[in-house]
C-alpha cells in the first residue's frame, strides 16, 4: 500500500527526493512518516505530515536540509533532502498511522541512500 522510491548514490551536499505513493486506499486522516536505519542502528525518526498536508514536522538532525511535502492528486509523500551528508547514509522507510495512534502500522519497502564520494 505503501511504495518508497528515489533513493540512490549521491555526493556530500546533493540531494535526492524521496517518494511515497499511497495504492490502494487513502489514508485520510492519517499520519505519514519518513523513518531512517543506518547499519549497525536502530531506526529513527525523520519527518512526518498530516495526509491532509498540514503540520509538517522533521527531526533535528535533519532540521534545515530535509522537508517534508504531500502531493494530494498523486497520493504521494515526499521527502526533498538537501546538503547531504555522510551520516544521512541509511534505508528510508515510510509508514503510515491513523492520528491518534502510537504506533505507525502501515509500512512501505525501504529505499537505500548512499552519500558517499
Known amino acids: 500500500q505503501l511504495q518508497a522510491s528515489g533513493g540512490g548514490l549521491v555526493q556530500p551536499g546533493g540531494s535526492l527526493r524521496l517518494s511515497c505513493t499511497a495504492s490502494a486506499r487513502t489514508f485520510n486522516n492519517y499520519v505519514m512518516g519518513w523513518f531512517r536505519q543506518a547499519p549497525g542502528k536502530e531506526r529513527e525518526f525523520v519527518a512526518i505530515i498530516l495526509w491532509s498536508g498540514g503540520d509538517p514536522r522533521v527531526a533535528d538532525s535533519v532540521k534545515g536540509r530535509f522537508t517534508i511535502s504531500r502531493d494530494k492528486p498523486k497520493n504521494t509523500v515526499y521527502l526533498q533532502m538537501n546538503s547531504l551528508k555522510p551520516e544521512d547514509t541509511a534505508v528510508y522507510y515510510c509508514?503510515?498511522?491513523?492520528?491518534?495512534?502510537?504506533?505507525?502500522?502501515?509500512w512501505g519497502q525501504g529505499t537505500q541512500v548512499t552519500v558517499s564520494s
Open positions: 509508514a503510515a498511522k491513523p492520528k491518534g495512534a502510537e504506533r505507525f502500522g502501515s
